[in-house]
């Protein structure tokens, strides 16, 4: 049996990623990566995006280029369009799956 994240390149910060399955938003693949301790991230395959929780708030983060985008973001899918639209400006937008 293959694992699902053979053959990836270690994140420089995180390592590996963890055993989840990896994400598709907006054609960008994300991947789960523990970023603190009990605290995990979706990250793109190119590492310029990151989009976590907040557990204290119940909100979401995104960071593109190390750079934070707005404050908070009420749900996942809403911090995934923003940081996909800011990495990717030319990206054609795509239906979710």
């Known amino acids: 049996m293959t694992k ?3 053959g990836r390149r270690p ?3 995180y390592g590996t990623p963890l055993s989840g399955q990896p994400e598709e ?3 960008v693949i994300f ?12 990250i793109s395959d190119d590492f310029r995006i ?21 404050p908070r973001f009420r749900d996942r899918e809403g911090a995934y369009a ?3 639209k800011a990495a990717h400006p030319n990206k054609p937008k ?4």
């Open 4 to 6: 699902i994240h053979d």
């Open 11 to 13: 994140h420089p910060v």
């Open 25 to 27: 938003r907006y054609g």
């Open 31 to 42: 991947r789960p990566y523990r970023v603190g301790v009990g605290r995990t991230a979706r």
């Open 50 to 70: 990151e989009v976590r929780s907040s557990p204290s708030y119940g909100d979401y983060r995104a960071v593109v280029d190390g750079q934070a985008l707005a």
């Open 82 to 84: 923003a940081a996909v």
């Open 94 to 97: 795509q239906v979710i799956r």
